[in-house]
């Protein structure tokens, strides 16, 4: 990946509904090239899609929990079970396995504390395996980037 393909995810992370002849320009190549440079990223996975940005009070998702799961049992089958759950509650819009405790962190989406509380004991303590959970509450969102800053190629090398 070279200085040209890290321009090109910067913007269109920035913006990524930029017609190609306007990225084109802000990186400074013809149409057609830009335009084989960003299907490669995406073909070879680099750009694995586009995505809206929507307010999560707007589709009754703005009240949002920090949950720390810690799990009782850690074996394969159980391990497996829990993650199946975890896949299908719309609830969690994320949810990362960690090393050390507590064994995953989940974010909770849901419209306010009553529909948590309802969510937390009729499904979440339920889940295969858990032991505890610890659960925070968003206060203020202070930053939310979307997507991650592309490092400038001089500080990284390139990879492939």
């Known amino acids: 990946m070279d200085k040209t393909d890290r321009a090109i995810l910067a913007h269109l992370m920035t913006d990524g509904r930029l017609a190609n002849t306007e990225l084109a320009d802000l990186v400074g190549l013809s149409p057609s090239p830009c335009l084989r440079r960003v299907r490669q990223l995406e073909s070879s996975g680099v750009i694995t899609g586009y995505h809206a940005s929507v307010d999560p009070a707007a589709i009754g998702r ?14 394969r089958s159980t391990i497996e079970a829990f993650e199946a759950a975890i896949a299908d509650l719309d ?12 064994d995953y962190v989940l974010w909770v989406a849901v419209p306010d504390i009553e529909k948590y509380e309802r969510f937390y004991m009729a499904q979440l303590t339920g ?18 980037t979307p997507g991650l800053p592309v490092p400038a190629l001089a500080s990284h090398p390139a990879h492939g």
Do not use: I, W, Y
């Open 127 to 144: 889940l295969p395996g858990v032991a505890r959970t610890n659960s925070q509450f968003t206060m203020k969102t202070v930053k939310s």
């Open 91 to 102: 609830e969690v819009v994320h949810c990362l396995r960690l090393f050390g405790q507590p």
């Open 62 to 75: 703005g009240f949002h929990v920090l949950v720390h799961v810690e799990m009782a049992v850690q074996d």
